[in-house]
């Protein structure tokens, strides 16, 4: 891989982005804004969201370890097309898959995260199919030890080595310990340290069979601090952290805002890569007063640009995943990294308004990572969340019968929810038997909106409100 330079303030510039201190001159400094302790936002110069992606400026960063150049864009492996085989079962659409990773490829985007459970444990397999067609040195793989729900060291041992197997390669680039966080620090211990596997994965770091070694993150504050303060024994080489512009500083439930876990960091150079830039897609269906607000300020962009231009902005971040599960998305996304536009102090401060204004739209925090799924009840929770989520940002939620638009919103909601999700998957077929609730990187009590949205489509049918 080509090692890009590094300009007097340790950030790349053969890309063309300015230092620290120059943003600062001609911008005003971004940290009076936004609070980090990471002061600065800086990013490549020049170009606009609309920019040609057939131009090849997609923006780069350099990672300070290895010097390993990643593209501003990652791939997130989550979400691939799935289609039906022959007997009716799920699987990854392999062609689909190749076409996305091929463009994707042809315009930069060189780096691919994935996990052993992803697409119902289908994705590192189908992501390697397609980037197989390709030469290794031309890609990052990350992918992840997903030892939820069961955390023995030959388990653990064994998920390892099946990575190994499913990539059909003999390093992995980017290994995360993943969704560390949720169960405090007596889960962190019990998953990592107290069956060795820490240990282990650090000498396969010596050994050159991972590359970085990091984790993700979801939780409290006190398990962050804990788990950083291990780099003195560990070395993170990189941490994955969910940021975007209504995290930043407004985090719902235990997880805690972006602005402290990019500050930690930043504090410690050690790099960020980007989850949930668009909150599974929820800042890129935001109400339609909102939405008409960014198109104003910014006709050439796109709702979604908005929230990825914030998260490239800062200049530690090294990548920005996201989960493109269609060539329209992709192609998009392209587009508003090649290269970067990075944010002035009056669009952060804009997007801090933004954020604000959100806030007073109580949807359910879900991303739909499908971390709850499969339901032993055969319930489709994300599809149920995500429809709930859509009628509020779309004022089809109405408490009072008497409302103006209650005979409208009442049959908007229950003809999309048909729509949306089988009868037979429901929220009325929950039993709160809990198993999803540890599995939430969000901790959605989601036995309990289950509840509250089956006894909301109750009511609607009796047409009680």
Known sequence: MKQGYRNQD??????????????????????????????????????????????????????????????????????WPMTKDGEGKEIV???????????????????????????????????????????????????????????????SLLMYRKSFENLMTDHIDYYLLHSVGGGGVKRFNARYMDNGVMDFLMKEREAGRIRHLGFSYHGDTRTFDHILDLHGKVHWDFVQIQLNYL???HASRGNVDAEYLYGKLADKNIPAVIMEPLLGGRLSKVPPHIAERLKERDPQGSVASWAFRFAGTFPDVLTVLSGMTYMEHLEENIRTYSPLRPLQEEDLRFLEETAVLMKQYPTIPCNDCKYCMPCPYGIDIPAILLH??????????????????????????????????????????CISCGQCIPHCPQNIDIPKELSRISGYVEKLKLSLL
Not at 95 to 101: C, G, H, Y
Not at 390 to 395: F, I, Q, R
Request: glycine share 10%; with cysteine; proline share 3%.
């Open 388 to 429: 709930y989520n859509k009628c509020v940002n779309e004022g089809d939620i109405s408490q009072d019968a008497l409302s103006e638009n209650y005979r409208k919103a009442r049959r908007r909601y229950l003809t999309g929810y048909g729509r949306a999700v089988p009868r037979e998957r429901q929220a009325d077929h």
């Open 10 to 79: 340790g950030i790349p510039s053969d890309d063309g982005r300015i230092s620290r201190r120059e943003f600062f001159r001609t911008a005003g400094s971004a940290a009076a804004v936004l609070g980090t302790v990471a002061a600065g936002c800086a990013g490549n110069g020049g170009g606009t969201s609309s920019t040609d992606a057939a131009d090849g400026q997609m923006t780069f960063r350099t990672d300070p370890g290895t010097g390993d150049r990643v593209s501003l864009l990652g791939y997130g492996c989550m979400r």
């Open 247 to 249: 995290d930043w500083r």
């Open 93 to 155: 659409d392999q062609e689909a898959v190749n076409r996305l990773i091929d463009t994707a490829m042809e315009h930069g985007v060189n780096y691919y995260d994935t996990s052993p459970v992803y697409c119902q444990g289908l994705s590192e397999k189908a992501t390697a199919i397609a980037l197989s067609r390709h030469p290794r040195d031309s890609y990052f793989i990350a992918t992840k030890l997903s030892n939820f729900s069961n955390w023995t060291r030959e388990n």
